[in-house]
């Protein structure tokens, strides 16, 4: 009896452990046109975001995630979320995000074979820089800066922008 008491109690933390952990993964939302991250609508494809851009005259931030991906979660749920990363985002940057299980397609495009990626893009989709592994907010926050400040007509990098060659394993 005490055997079935424990095994019961057992998986029972378990399911719970599992539920709660589920729950509590990437706070994502998707609506076929649209994963919100952090509150905010990211475009699903890359085209979706490029006609955006365009219209809207504003650079891109390409993000490659994947649901299982836990540094992915960190964005979500740390950097996003910060006021000063959600402000600079909602009103300077057009937003993708593709899941690479999902979207193989734009993945492939952008060379994402393990997330996440961060690539900034200008408005008509020409690669300004693209960041792999997790940043906290004070690491972004200057990035999406001095993109955010690049004019729209030029497309010299600034040298300590950091790109892919430069950065080691994030």
């Known amino acids: 009896m005490q055997s079935k008491k424990a095994i019961t109690l057992a998986l029972l933390a378990v399911t719970v452990f599992f539920i709660y952990y589920s729950v509590n993964a990437a706070p994502l939302i998707d609506d076929g046109n649209y994963t919100y ?3 905010m609508p ?29 540094f992915c979660e960190k964005l979500h749920t740390e950097t996003y979320p910060d006021p000063r990363i959600s402000s600079i985002l909602n009103e300077s940057f057009v ?26 893009l200008t408005s008509n989709g020409d690669e300004i820089t693209n960041i792999p592994g997790y940043l906290p ?8 800066e ?7 007509t030029s497309l010299q990098i ?9 950065r080691g394993a994030s």
């Open 37 to 39: 991250i952090a509150g």
């Open 42 to 70: 990211w475009y699903n494809t890359y085209a979706k975001g490029l006609e955006a851009a365009q219209a809207e005259n504003k650079p891109m931030l390409v993000y490659g995630w994947a649901i299982w991906c836990k």
């Open 95 to 120: 937003r993708v995000a593709i899941d690479l299980d999902v979207n193989k397609e734009d993945a492939s495009r952008f060379g994402i074979s393990y997330p996440p990626k961060l690539i900034f």
């Open 137 to 144: 907010a004070d690491r972004l926050l200057p990035i999406l």
């Open 146 to 152: 001095q993109v955010r400040s690049m004019s729209a």
């Open 158 to 166: 600034p040298h300590n922008l950091p790109r892919t060659e430069d």
